[in-house]
């Protein structure tokens, strides 16, 4: 497979994996301190549907940060998933300063761009290990 086609599938694929890590990451703070009395459902419904727009955000990030810093990367051969967390990591950064939280939104920020990161990572590298 073609950089091009791997990059566009990873490009696709990766920002979905902020449903499951948003998802899981909410209940795991939510669910302690949720009332008695407040529906589970309720709460991943919550967290289901802002993982959703959460994604708005996420997939112009990915190709408008993503795209040229994969090209350089790869330019330099600097191409890891370090240097892809980095990236995410300062974007996370960037955007966390729009709210009041800006250290959770950071935090959270980093949390997602690193799952993002990772998962973009995996299917490059399974592309490479497959074309080799």
Do not use: H
Request: proline share 5%; aromatic share 14%; glycine share 6%.
């Amino acid at each position: 497979m073609t950089t091009i086609k791997r990059f566009l599938i990873a490009s696709l694929i990766s920002p979905l994996a902020i449903i499951p890590a948003f998802v899981i990451g909410g209940l795991i703070v939510e669910l302690p301190n949720a009332p008695a009395n407040q529906d589970f459902w309720l709460i991943l419904n919550g967290l289901f549907s802002a993982s959703l727009i959460l994604l708005i955000v996420t997939y112009p990030a990915t190709f408008i940060l993503g795209g040229p810093s994969v090209a350089a990367l790869q330019k330099y051969e600097l191409l890891s998933l370090f240097n892809l967390n980095i990236i995410g990591w300062f974007a996370a950064a960037v955007m966390a300063f729009l709210f009041t939280d800006w250290l959770t939104a950071f935090l959270v920020g980093c949390y997602l761009s690193s799952t993002v990161a990772g998962t973009f990572w995996l299917i490059i590298k399974s592309g490479k290990k497959a074309s080799t």
